[in-house]
């Protein structure tokens, strides 16, 4: 019979799978930075970010932050500094957090994707929020 510690057991490995995996994703595609601005052309972390706040909602939104922040902080060596590191963790945490919610109204959409509304629907959301 399952316990209420199971519970936070699995919620705790999700969220440690999910904050390295967060940053191993950030390290490896940190490639060919454009220097003034230290983004990369291949991010596959946000679609982590925004996979984990479709599945298990807005209460992930501390540990969505907390790897975004790290991620600014540890590879990028706090690009800009502390004040301005943590003004863009919380717009790009905010920004993935919109973009999950629109992706989760009226029906939302399926993570697997079996449908072309599905696709059409993520396509356009995303790259909304992207722009």
């Known amino acids: 019979m399952a316990t209420p510690r199971d519970g936070i057991g699995r919620s705790f ?21 454009m220097q003034e601005y230290s983004i990369t052309p291949w991010n596959p972390q946000p679609a982590l970010a925004i996979a984990l706040l479709m599945k298990r909602g807005q209460r992930t939104l501390p540990l969505v932050f907390l790897a975004i922040a790290s991620g600014t902080w540890i590879l990028r060596e706090g690009h800009g500094g502390v004040i301005p590191a943590l003004m863009v963790s919380s717009a790009l945490t905010l920004g993935y957090a919109a973009i999950a919610s629109a992706l989760c109204a009226r029906g939302g959409i399926q993570l697997s994707l079996p449908r072309a509304s ?9 790259g909304v929020g992207r722009s």
Do not use: T
Request: aromatic share 16%.
């Open 13 to 33: 490995l999700l969220g440690a799978g999910f904050f390295g995996a967060y940053l191993l994703l950030d390290w490896v595609s940190f490639i060919h930075p």
């Open 118 to 126: 599905d696709v059409l629907r993520l396509v356009a959301i995303v």
